[in-house]
């Protein structure tokens, strides 16, 4: 089956990069697109960016962009979200998803969350 997991979340101060790195296994991982979605303290899940199956289309929240870069390294089965210029809005458990489609929404397969932090 597939199975997703995030990793690289921790406590930053305001202005710090953190990345997070997203795995996959259980199927091929270069025919998946995969998406980043974030739920802050109190907020629905929102989208933050997407990348699709050979990395050539990224798509960013309007929130992100400018900040955050979405990438791919399909020899490592493996997504980046480099996160820059954090804010404390930032704050929130990041989730990793895969999907055979390109979406923003309602993807497929989820990853636990990791946890990110960001103090004033």
């Known amino acids: 089956q597939v199975q997703v997991a995030e990793s690289g979340g921790g406590l930053v101060q305001a202005g710090d990069s953190l990345r997070l790195s997203c795995a996959v296994s259980?199927?091929?991982?270069?025919?998946?697109?995969m998406g980043w979605f974030r739920q802050g303290p109190g907020k629905e899940r929102e989208f933050v960016a997407v990348?699709?199956?050979?990395?050539?289309?990224?798509y960013y929240a309007d929130s992100v962009k400018g900040r955050f870069t979405l990438s791919r390294d399909n020899t490592k089965n493996t997504v980046f979200l480099q996160m820059n210029s954090l804010k404390p809005e930032d704050t929130a458990v990041y989730y990793c998803?895969?999907?055979?489609?390109?979406?923003?929404?309602?993807?497929?397969?989820w990853g636990s969350g990791t946890l990110v932090t960001v103090s004033s």
């Open positions: 998803a895969a999907d055979e489609v390109l979406r923003t929404e309602d993807m497929n397969y």
């Open positions: 990348i699709n199956t050979n990395g050539a289309v990224t």
């Open positions: 259980g199927r091929t991982f270069r025919t998946f697109n």
